[in-house]
């Protein structure tokens, strides 16, 4: 057993038995210890955006990490803009960084570079292997540091000698005893407790694991008891939704509305989440959405139980056993005909989707429509771009799918991001995955017009027109996905739209719908 | 005038007057600016990789840096593997990457990251606005640290708040007086002249500046005189050749071909490269390619001007004045016809490209035989990926086209890199380039499947089949390019490939053509 046949075995026996790879020569030892392992799936992405995003999307809902490969540091640094965002959504992630031999790296060959400096700022965790008999315990330091409460990005750097070295060891790989959460501060919990009682306009905000069904209803029945308002941060990884599931707003994007949102509140309690501040900064407008009176407290620290903590929450707060929750009813809104416009799209999901969908959202400024829309929707898991670090709807969606091979997978993506890791479309072909992709083709990055009039440089000229203009010419995304063997039309009006919709939501596989706004 | 304004006047005063961008919220205050300059012209890439290749290959064919803007540390770590690329090419170019407002950072907004350990690796150079006034010595820096001999990325980080407070000097932008090149050290140039007289099969390896035409007929006439080979290191940014030219060999990327090459040779003498060593190490091969008897010589400290370092070396080699540097005579190789292969296409080139045309190679393993059938081809630029990080091709050709719109570029393009980056072709077909892409779609990572059989995997089985085979499906580059603009043909014979490649090397304007092999 070399050091790459240890590394496979270690995930494996770890329940890590899917990687996302693209490999290059340095790696080609752990490519062919991964060759001997019928049990790993490994899905290729033809860039490492779509590696690390598609990683990102299978945690999100398998609920487990999967491993990546990725070829040195060019590799990874392609890889990092999605890192970037599974770090803030808490994802976890094990990232095996293939590196030149350990005697080649004085040669300072072509490839060489420093993977810790690019590594560090979106990992959570940083590991070398120095040769074939360190390999499993790097290993599981990095599946440790993934599974570490409440998740994080675990990368590991993998010599090719000690992937191809023979371990001297023949012990078994080791089945990791995860980190035991952080033990509950009961006084804190208390203190959160009291405070939401005295507070004249609470709001408990929340994020993470918290955004389930069942933790839901309980905060739900916490908000009521303490007239709190219950409300989600701005972007989480994923949230349960729709009909039959407690009704969420989230912290709005624009920061006159955030600030708004929160202009009477005295008091934060975050659930896993982090107090909320503007995206950007701009010229005169606060950095933090709160007020100065505004008190903020943890519910838990970082690597607690969050469930753990709610129900404790719950207790604190009183029985509650007699409330119910409430629960969004099923609803639909009024069809929308004539002009396709992101309101039209939002209120056709809301009708023709099925349920338990995996919406993954990347539609930028479009997509604003769809969360007020389908409150009362089939019941759905909605996933966000958590980072900021666009790029990540239709990797994400390629995850998504792999770990929910029965569910319908909906990616609302922006044309502009969406050209970012378009390479994700083969992938989603060669799998045969149930995605369902709607371009929403505004032809220009919608969202920096509205910031360029913000700046009061008046109407864009020659220069800023072209920066953030996506005509002259524009997308033909029909062809784009048929140049990687996925299905495509294209909608212009909003009947034509939602008849499509409906086709593409009866039938199975991954189909791309262009709709041109 | 705000601290954009002041970093816009200060890159014009200083004669870089093209920005590759892809822009976002933090930088629209720099958008704004640029858009008050209609001197600037700014290119879009609808990804950072496409927009850090193209001004890696606007630089070297202008010999002059371009500017580019990225949207924080994701934009910045989008456009690193390409930056990386240009590092090793020594390509000059000043970065502008976009931060939060100073103040704004403590609230860590989901977009934050640590820019300058992103930045470090890929720079030579890496620095930070801290305020409006402070941001035109910043970008002086950063032009002067990119113009450094013999060129160096420079990133310089510009926060938010410094682009758009107004600066309080009213100073006009200051002209750089360049650094001056390291004084050349005679006694080292004479010591490299009388080695090359003594050794018995000495060479002298050369990159940069001098693999122009005319330091390339001076080095000849010096390898004449002291019986040298004079040879190529195995990548470089950019060499003269074809008919008319001296006829020059690169260190070959096979370990064993490089080995055999270097067997006897017991002195080589530094151009401006670097010994030469294995692109990756292999069990039981060595790591350097030359042997432990060979003596290396640099002629010349890197920082020095290399052009006037071998005018001082044919000085001391001896006049020369009566010795003719030795051209390649134009010539071209028997047509192929029948079945379509690398080297049919690269005959048809050496019939068919039109004088003064830039390759951009990024052909991998199908384009080894390019070079061998082009050394009497028409007089050509030929630019390599210098760095190993893959997909440069199609970003490389799009600046090499702004930089010389009257000359035809040529990609030589392998599928699988150029999946990495294929949003360049919308900029090509946007800005009218007149660039041709030939991809050689083998529909695999061909190299890698050479690499693992030298593994000793065997047959490669399902697992390493999917991650290193392109089909299934296998992707059509004709619809690719026509959803982006780019007008294209599909080849499948030799004689098709050479028909089309005469229609399209006879017309202007983008163009694509589907090798398929």
Redesign the interface.
């Known amino acids: 057993m070399n050091g790459a046949d240890l590394l496979c075995e270690t995930l494996l026996a770890n329940d890590i038995d899917v990687c996302f ?6 790696e ?2 752990f ?2 210890a ?5 049990l ?1 799936r ?3 992405g ?2 490492e ?1 779509v590696v690390t995003g598609a990683a990102d999307g299978y945690a999100r809902m398998a609920d487990k990490p999967a491993a990546t ?1 990725l070829h040195l ?3 990874l ?2 890889g ?2 999605n890192l ?1 965002n599974a770090r ?1 959504a808490r994802t976890p992630m094990v990232n095996v960084v293939g590196e ?2 350990t ?2 790296l004085k ?5 060489t ?3 810790e ?2 590594a ?3 990992s959570h965790w940083v590991g070398r292997a120095t040769d074939a008999d360190s390999v499993g315990k790097v290993t599981e330091d990095a599946i440790r540091a993934a599974r570490k409460l409440p998740g994080g990005i675990a990368t590991m750097i993998l010599p ?2 000690a992937a ?1 070295t023979d371990t001297t060891s023949s012990d078994l790989p080791s089945v990791i005893v995860p980190e035991g959460s952080q033990p509950l501060d009961q006084a804190q919990i208390r203190a959160a407790a009291e405070a939401l009682r005295n507070a004249r306009n609470p709001t408990i905000l929340v994020t993470g694991a918290a955004l389930r069904d069942a933790p839901l209803r309980t905060l739900d029945r916490i908000a009521q008891i303490t007239n709190a308002r219950l409300m989600a941060q701005q ?1 989480n990884g994923r949230m349960e939704r729709g009909a039959g599931r407690v009704q969420l707003d989230r912290v709005p994007y624009v920061v006159e509305h955030a600030v708004a949102a929160f202009a009477d509140t005295d008091l934060v309690v975050l659930v896993g989440a ?1 107090a909320p ?5 701009y ?1 005169g407008k606060p ?2 959405m709160l007020t100065d009176n505004c008190q903020v407290m943890d519910l838990a620290e970082p690597g607690a139980d969050i469930i753990a903590a709610i129900d404790a929450l719950a207790d604190e707060t009183g029985p509650g056993a007699t409330i119910e929750a409430r629960l969004a009813k099923r609803w639909q809104p009024e069809p929308v005909r004539g002009k396709l416009t992101p309101e039209a799209i939002a209120v056709a999901l809301a009708h023709h989707m099925p349920a338990n969908a995996i919406i993954c959202d990347e539609s930028v400024s479009s997509g604003r429509d769809f969360f007020r829309s389908t409150y009362g929707a089939e019941p759905h898991d909605f996933l966000q771009l ?4 666009i ?1 990540i709807g239709l990797p994400l969606a390629t995850g998504a799918a792999i770990a929910c091979p029965d569910r319908k997978v909906i990616t609302l993506q922006a044309d ?1 991001s969406g ?2 890791t ?2 994700a479309l ?1 992938t989603q ?2 799998e045969r995955l149930d995605t369902l992709t709607i371009v929403f083709a505004n032809r220009r990055y919608a ?2 017009h509205g ?2 009039r ?2 009061g ?1 008046g109407t ?5 027109s ?3 203009d ?1 005509d ?9 996905a ?4 996925v299905e495509a039309a294209r909608a212009e009006t909003a009947e034509a739209f939602a008849d499509l919709l409906k086709t593409a939501c009866a039938k199975r596989g991954p189909f791309l719908i262009e709709a041109v706004l």
């Open positions: 790879a693209n490999p290059g020569t340095s080609m030892h490519v062919a991964l060759d001997r392992q019928p790993m490994c899905v290729l033809l860039f955006g490969l540091g060019p590799g640094a392609n990092l803009a970037h803030r030149h031999a005697y080649h040669y300072d060959a072509p490839l570079s420093d993977i400096s690019l560090r700022p979106m090719a000698d191809w972007s982090k501040v503007g995206f950007f900064a010229p950095s933090s958590t980072g900021g670090a790029g502009g050209m970012y378009v390479q083969w072909a060669r969202i920096l910031e360029l913000q700046v440089a864009p000229g020659r220069n800023a072209r920066m953030l996506l002259d010419p524009h997308l033909d995304w029909v062809k784009m048929g140049s990687m063997g």
